[in-house]
């Protein structure tokens, strides 16, 4: 098992920039695809961001691509989300996420996350 710490959400303006951060500990990372998954008042879990165990691969929602950035140190078994042109749709709950590699092709189904953190809160300001 895997136990999942995330920190650095907080309050900012549109066009700003975040960085969350996932702590891991008792697995490491590179043992896992690892995702970072978002949820707003009232509305349904929505896939961010993943990167794969195996060739560190990252997939990223529509509505974040090129803004957002997932990235992963092995050797400080972290995980990362680099937030940048922040909008105020952005606003949400973040949640670190990890599953087996083996766990089917799509990494955007949220189901399919065995392990999450407590999630950390991201507000941005119009």
């Known amino acids: 098992q895997v136990q999942l710490v995330e920190s650095g959400g907080g309050l900012v303006q549109a066009g700003g920039s975040l960085r969350l951060a996932c702590a891991a500990s008792?697995?490491?990372?590179?043992?896992?695809?690892m995702g970072w998954i978002r949820q707003a008042p009232g509305k349904k879990r929505e896939f961010v961001a993943a990167?794969?165990?195996?060739?560190?691969?990252?997939y990223y929602a529509n509505s974040v691509k090129g803004r957002f950035t997932i990235s992963r140190d092995n050797a400080k078994n972290m995980v990362y989300l680099q937030m940048n042109g922040l909008l105020p749709d952005d606003t949400a709950v973040y949640y670190c996420?990890?599953?087996?590699?083996?766990?089917?092709?799509?990494?955007?189904?949220?189901?399919?996350?065995?392990?999450w953190g407590q999630g950390t809160q991201v507000t941005v300001s119009s």
């Open positions: 990167i794969r165990s195996i060739g560190a691969w990252t």
């Open positions: 008792g697995r490491t990372v590179s043992s896992y695809d």
């Open positions: 996420s990890a599953r087996p590699p083996g766990a089917g092709s799509d990494v955007s189904d949220d189901d399919r996350y065995n392990y």
